[in-house]
């Protein structure tokens, strides 16, 4: 059996590289012949390399251009090594029509490849529009609209793409409301695919002496996030280590990160603090203490993950007095946590495979 994925997999964005990996790979596991269309958008192209002009808007010299076409550049080495892509890449949408019949299964997923409010707008390549229903079985795994929160002008365009999905599964509630209210249709929540498959052969510990706090962050901190975290560094006297984003706190910044490089120093981490959804879920798969500075446009999905787990505490309050902060903070029972994870694990990859298989049995996988 033949399965394309479609999603979002050539931006410079860890979380969005390892949801693309976890999911090939899981399925690569459980026996099938399967890869990433590797489908790019002129659009997303634009937007994500316009930090490599050596010019600023403001026509200043962009200093960090090397730093991120060098990490950009480690997250298409590690594509091409460690995942399966298509030998044909795509810029066009009407180009994947050349591929509308290949795929035996076609799914579309994970990450919020179905938000309607970013700067992609609507694409119904994302909605497998090239493939017809007829000769191919359309999935979603753990798709999400972000934080779309109506389908507006669209809405008759994209329930009419997705009535021709066999399963729908999403991975928050936001988008399970939309699919059932707007468009009249059953889906299923399951976890992110990251958490489905284990990291130890993509694990580059760091060469680290001191015990860190680890800072992963896509947005500039506020000072209550800046005076919690000397709160907690202080409480077991912990360097600090930031990945992805220069961090003028760190006594270490690693900019240019490699996938391994970035899940060797979650794993070894004292503590996190971190504003992303993939980070707050490598926090949790590692077992780390940690907490979250939940931007707006992300409440919906990391307090969704966070609720469901039990950890709706390890959301940061701006207003929690750092001096407040003591050994407690770094206890967390994630023996509880885990029981609910693992149970989610199994369920979720049992509605994955049952939702490949024409057969409605999933009861073994690896």
């Not at 209210?181 to 001191?210: G, H, S």
């Not at 029981?339 to 996988?365: N, V, W």
């Amino acid at each position: 059996m033949k399965i394309g994925i479609m999603t979002f997999h050539h931006i410079d964005n860890y979380g969005a590289t390892l949801q693309a990996y976890a999911l090939w790979s899981f399925l690569r596991d459980q026996g099938y012949e399967v890869e990433i269309i590797d489908y790019r958008p002129y659009k997303a192209i634009r937007y994500y390399t316009k930090g490599f002009s050596p010019i600023t808007e403001n026509f200043r010299i962009n200093l960090k251009v090397f730093t991120n076409i060098l990490r950009s550049w480690k997250m298409r080495k590690f594509l091409l090594s460690h995942i399966k892509l298509s030998t044909k890449k795509f810029y066009l949408k009407k180009a994947l029509q050349q591929v509308s019949t290949k795929y035996d299964v076609i799914i579309c997923g994970s990450d919020q490849i179905w938000c309607l409010d970013s700067f992609r707008g609507f694409n119904s390549a994302f909605f497998l529009d090239f493939a017809s229903n007829k000769t191919t079985r359309k999935v979603s795994y753990a798709a999400s609209f972000g934080h779309t929160k109506t389908l507006g002008s669209n809405r008759d365009k994209v329930c009419k793409l997705i009535e021709q999905f066999q399963t729908i599964l999403v991975r928050d509630s936001n988008s399970l409301q939309i699919i059932k209210n707007q468009c009249n249709r059953e889906a299923k929540k399951v976890l992110d695919p990251t958490f489905l498959i284990q990291y130890d052969t993509i694990n580059q510990a760091p060469q680290l002496k001191d015990n860190y706090l680890l800072i992963y962050n896509q947005a500039p901190l506020k000072q209550s996030e800046i005076d919690f975290i000397k709160s907690v560094v202080r409480v077991r006297n912990l360097n600090i280590v930031a990945v992805g984003k220069y961090n003028k706190l760190a006594q270490i910044n690693v900019e240019t990160a490699s996938l391994k490089e970035w899940i060797g120093l979650y794993s070894q981490a004292s503590y996190i603090v971190t504003n992303t959804y993939h980070g707050t879920i490598f926090s949790i798969i590692f077992k780390k203490p940690f907490n979250v500075f939940i931007a707006g446009n992300k409440i919906n999905k990391i307090n969704d993950l966070l609720e469901d787990l039990g950890l709706e505490n390890r959301i940061f309050l701006a207003d929690l007095k750092p001096q407040l902060v003591s050994e407690q903070i770094f206890d967390i029972d994630y023996d509880s946590v885990f029981k609910i994870l693992e149970s989610k694990i199994r369920e979720s990859k049992k509605y994955l495979l049952e939702a490949i298989m024409q057969e409605q049995k999933a009861d073994s996988f690896k």
